[in-house]
Structure formats: C-alpha cells, structure tokens
T-cell receptor
Framework: SAVISQKPSRDICQRGTSLTIQCQVD?????MFWYRQQPGQSLTLIAT?????????ESGFVIDKFPISRPNLTFSTLTVSNMSPEDSSIYLC????????????FGAGTRLSVL | QKEVEQNSGPLSVPEGAIASLNCTYS??????FFWYRQYSGKSPELIMF????GDKEDGRFTAQLNKASQYVSLLIRDSQPSDSATYLC?????????????FGQGTTLQVKP
C-alpha cells in the first residue's frame, strides 16, 4: 500500500490559535478523508477532501472551524481553527485507491493538545 | 441506536485460544465491511475486509458476514499476545460508493500468555 505521511505528528497549542495539519500520499489516490479520534473514543469522520473544490462535511462539522484544502490528488490539509481544549484529539488522514479504491489506509495521525 | 455497535470489552482470552469479535450495523444498504486493528497510540491498520455473505479467511483471521442479520464478526485463531489491541469494525456508509466509513467504538482484546 502507499505511504501516507502526516505532519506534525503532535503539537501543543494555545486556546484561540489555529493549527494546520498536512497529509501527503506517495501515489495517486481516489479519495482523501479526515477523521477525529477523541481520547478513548472511536473515529469520527470530519469530512471528505475533494480535489479542487470545497470539502464535504459531516453533520456536526463546519468549514469555518475545520477548513480543508486538497489542491491536488496526493495532498490535503486540515486546519483546526480558533482552538479550545475540547479540540484536543488525534486527527487522522486517510486515503483510498492505494491499491483498491474501496479500502482506506490511514496516516500516523496528529496528536493535538490545546491548553 | 448507533450505526455500528461493538462490545467495548475488554475481551480477555488465553494465548492460543480463538478470539471472537462481533459487530452489528443499522444500515441495510451497506455493502462493504472492514476490520481495523489499532495499537495504543498508533493509527488504525486494516486487517480484513469483506463484501459478500459468508466467511473470508486470511491466515489466522476469518471475517464472517451475515447481511440478513446485519452482523459481521472477526475470528482470530491461535491468539498471540501481540494480537492485544483495539479492533475497530467499520462499515461503508450507504449503498453508493462514497468511500465513507462509519466506525464502531472498538473492542479491546487482551491475550494473556
């Protein structure tokens, strides 16, 4: 399978600031997704990152809080805006089409702590 | 009712035993089903996927799907301490190929030497 790289791997941020997380895949993919995994919880889908157009957000997630870009097939960013301690979580990028378009593989995740 | 339900466990089995992990889902239109393994502090790792009713075997792992009962399971034979992890059941959302997955809350498996 392809390698999915995320950075930063972890960060500690102050309340009210924003953090941009990058996700890079080393081969062309079909779809890219962003998930949140809160402490002790399972994965919740934030949005589908669409190449060259606005992301498709799931219920409970909005563009102003989690702006997402995907300028090309292999790269996407997620920004966590105006952070509060409740945003402390692991954020995961995933991609399909590597090699099967139906199967998602995950990056290593970004562990975010907001003080 | 949650869209994908799993018993959170922990499920404790002795080394060498069969571990049985279960998952139910609510969307009858779902067509794809996945099992991921997640070690503490790591990202999910795909171990099995299944699309058709019946059993699918890969090494020590067998996935079982029963769409009529909306039930999917994972059997791990000859369990090893290295199998100790959280196992996440994921279901493809809806019948269309959006690629979206809905995850269960995960079952923690402990394999005791």
């Amino acid at each position: 399978s392809a390698v999915i790289s995320q950075k930063p791997s972890r960060d500690i941020c102050q309340r009210g600031t924003s953090l941009t997380i990058q996700c890079q895949v080393d081969s062309q993919v079909t779809m890219m997704f962003w998930y949140r995994q809160q402490p002790g919880q399972s994965l919740t889908l934030i949005a589908t990152a669409n190449q060259g157009s606005e992301a498709t957000y799931e219920s409970g997630f909005v563009i102003d809080k989690f702006p997402i870009s995907r300028p090309n097939l292999t790269f996407s960013t997620l920004t966590v805006s105006n952070m509060s301690p409740e945003d402390s979580s692991i954020y995961l990028c995933s991609a399909t089409g590597v090699p099967s378009r139906n199967i998602q593989y995950f990056g290593a995740g970004t562990r975010l702590s907001v003080l | 009712q949650k869209e994908v339900e799993q018993n959170s466990g922990p499920l404790s089995v002795p080394e060498g035993a069969i571990a049985s992990l279960n998952c139910t889902y609510s969307d009858r239109g779902s067509q794809s089903f996945f099992w991921y393994r997640q070690y503490s502090g790591k990202s999910p790792e795909l171990i099995m996927f299944i699309y058709s009713n019946g059993d699918k075997e890969d090494g020590r792992f067998t996935a079982q799907l029963n769409k009529a009962s909306q039930y999917v399971s994972l059997l791990i034979r000859d369990s090893q301490p290295s199998d100790s992890a959280t196992y996440l059941c994921a279901v493809g959302k809806g019948s269309s190929n959006t690629g979206k997955l809905i995850f269960g809350q995960g079952t923690t498996l402990q394999v005791k030497p």
